[in-house]
């Protein structure tokens, strides 16, 4: 069986885009410059956060949130509310 | 006069909010039900298996109608590593016929079904809606803002069924800060299979029969978690959920995880030649009787995820909650009754808890998850030396098998030694106690 990346199945998820606001933040991006570990790179399942090393900063790819809670527990400075109301993902199956 | 829209507001549509607005509006109470998905369901993820007992007192037979999978016959346990299992489990005719003990569901379609009784029986139900904070007057709950323009709702009582991240019952001050060691992330795919396949690869006689696999033990290096693959009626869920801080502290990725979960020999068989049709993550409570917040104030009851009600060991949750959202209803019933919607009323809430499995299971096992914090290798070792002493036994090689079981017993004794064996056991019995 074909491994699956996490983009490949981001596909079969349903989503309603909030193209206005972002659900998700961090609180002090400077702390992120010299955060070690870097865990919201690699705990998220829908990989949202992302190194730019250019920019020295985390890039948040929030339309692809599953809404798990998973970075919110995982570093304090990850700001996370719920999407608004009817946005975000929408399981077909659960 | 104050404010007063309803007599109750229930936030979250899951097992839990579902279950409390059901029983209020059967009663005839005036109860709104608030969920911020499109649909109930439609955030909601669980392995999942569904207990019968508390929602068949709700509503009786509900499985007739309710778009369950398959009712689960046989459950298996494996401890595994990365080359072989080693499997017990249970299959009972016992569960093979009415009323049944549990069964596979897809959340997202049963928690729709859920929601369409709850409105049968009376209740409002407001979807796409997400409740911010609630409001306080002279100490009291008195209401709920809500993300919509004049969107302020005011009722004698708020339920809050609002899952595990519960911001409800935080910003009220009833619970601690819920830390990375005490959540687990559970990521499953639904993998689709004919019906046939389903029924041959477990070997049950059709659709309605379903197997259940809990997958734990070395394979996992040493993080705290459980795997699982459930049987639905053309599909299968597979998925593995671990401690947040084991995946911190181990780099791992999840998806890596279920990925490698996939491909291991004893469970590509299972899945193999099956389309991917979901993937799905949340988080699951798992600190226990402990990690419980204070689960009333006045005007203000937290049922379900919301007050930390899973019991891991035995991957029950959603029974739990349907179970808390029925009593905080009774409770409600009460209360109205005397007319007095205060903390000391709504404490009766807590009481009635006690008196159930709900905090009598997860109070029995409440020092569990330190016991795993502190010895990982429980979870590790003990497994391991099983699974290898299983491989031995069965390998027939031209070893005596006296020397076989010589050998068994001294890599028991170089492994653990007697004395930390002995401490371990009576550690577990004194934490189960
Ligand atoms: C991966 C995984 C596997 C599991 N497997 C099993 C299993 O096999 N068997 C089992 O019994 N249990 C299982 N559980 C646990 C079970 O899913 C939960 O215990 C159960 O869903 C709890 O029900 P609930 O109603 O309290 O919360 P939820 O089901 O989380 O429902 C909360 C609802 O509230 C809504 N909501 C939240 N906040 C707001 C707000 N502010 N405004 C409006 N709406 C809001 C949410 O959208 C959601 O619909 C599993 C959990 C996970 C994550
Ligand atoms: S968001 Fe948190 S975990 Fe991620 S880099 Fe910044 S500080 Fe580190
Ligand atoms: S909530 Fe889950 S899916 Fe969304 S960004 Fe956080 S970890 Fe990733």
Redesign the interface.
Known sequence: ?K????ED??Y??GY?VDHEYSHLGISDPEVCKTCE?K?CT??C??SVYTWDEKEQKININYDAC?????C???CDYIT?K?????F??????? | MRKKDFDVIVVGAGPAGLAAAYVLAKAGVDVIIIE???FP??????G?IFYRKPMDDLIPEFYKEAPVERHIIEQRMWFMDDVSHFSMGIRTQKHNSEPYNCFSV??????KWFSKKVVEAGALLI????VTEPIVEDGKVVGVR???PQGDLYADCVIAADG??SFLAKSLGLRKK???DK?A?G?K??ISLSEEQVNDRFGVKDVNEGVTIEITGPFLKGMEGMAWIYTNKSSVSIGIGVI?DD??KH?????DLL?SL??HPSV?PL????E????????IPEGGYKSIPKMYTDGFMVAGDAAMLVDSVHREGSNLAVESGKLAARTYLEAKEAGDFSEKTLSRYQDKLEETFVLQDLKYYRNLPELLEEKRYLLTEYPQFLIDAMVEIYTVDGTPKPEKFRKIKDELKNRFGYVGLAKDLYTIWRKLR
């Open positions: 069986m491994k699956l990346r996490i199945k981001l079969l998820v309603n570990k865990q690699y705990v399942p829908a599953l809404e798990c809670g998973t919110r527990f995982a996370w719920y999407p608004r109301g009817g975000g993902v929408a399981y077909k199956f659960g | 911020r998905g499109k369901g439609a955030k909601n993820v669980m999942g897809l959340r997202a379609q049963f928690d979807n796409e809606t997400v809500t993300d919509r595990v991240q819920i830390t990375p959540v992330l990521v795919e639904i947040i995946l911190i780099n791992m990725n999840p998806n990925e996939k491909s590509l899945i193999e030649g099956g991917t049709m979901e993937y799905l993550a949340h988080v």
